[in-house]
T-cell receptor, first 116, second 113 residues
């Protein structure tokens, strides 16, 4: 597609339920990033993929969070047993590793997660 | 470790005022530096970038110069407009086989008419 897409755009869930958030990067972009942005806060890095592997998982806040990427394209962020503090906007970005790209990231519109 | 520090907001200015948002970084190696902007109700987008020392990035009247000696990448604009009201994020990337990216906390700018 033309840009990074994310689905759903909004997700309301009950505490304790599992949720899956999806990211479709720009075609051909080998790097994919997940961030979390709480209300009025900055960007919290969660995880980064290079191809299908995740060289940096250091930002995942707990073992309830996991992510995978298949075929070097779509990525899914899963949050198990959601808690109210998980409520935030989850942002996905992709970038090209071609020479000259320098890691410029293109962001999706985000998924707003609300845990009741 | 690698990090980005930017001035805390919010910053409130009158239209046509001069803007500076400070950004300093710590990095092992030679990062590329970026400013991203998030307008109200919109997604993050790249504003400008600089990929090596002494480079100046510019876009929409904004400028930032990559200063290796002071490890800084301050954002400036000579005359702000109401439409510049947004949150501005400084970021660096390091080529570690892929691109590790670190964002600052963001600075909210309000411009009054």
């Amino acid at each position: 597609g033309a840009g990074v897409s994310q689905s759903p755009s909004n997700k309301v869930t009950e505490k304790g339920k599992d949720v899956e958030l999806r990211c479709d990067p720009i075609s051909g972009h080998t790097a994919l990033y997940w961030y979390r942005q709480s209300l009025g806060q900055g960007l919290e890095f969660l995880i980064y993929f290079q191809g299908n592997s995740a060289p940096d998982k250091s930002g995942l806040p707990s073992d309830r969070f996991s992510a995978e990427r298949t075929g070097g394209s779509v990525s899914t962020l899963t949050i198990q047993r959601t808690q109210q503090e998980d409520s935030a906007v989850y942002l996905c970005a992709s970038s090209s590793n071609l020479a000259g790209a320098f890691g410029e990231q293109f962001f999706g519109p985000g998924t707003r997660l609300t845990v009741l | 470790g690698d990090s980005v520090t930017q001035m805390e907001g919010p910053v409130t200015l009158s239209e046509e005022a001069f803007l500076t948002i400070n950004c300093t970084y710590t990095a092992t190696g030679y990062p590329s530096l970026f400013w991203y902007v998030q307008y109200p109700g919109e997604g993050l987008q790249l504003l400008l970038k600089a990929t090596k020392a002494d480079d100046k990035g510019s876009n929409k009247g904004f400028e930032a110069t990559y200063r290796k000696e002071t490890t800084s990448f301050h954002l400036e604009k000579g005359s702000v407009q109401v439409s510049d009201s947004a949150v501005y994020f400084c970021a660096l990337t390091l080529n570690t086989g892929g691109f590790k990216t670190i964002f600052g906390a963001g600075t909210r700018l309000f411009v009054k008419a």
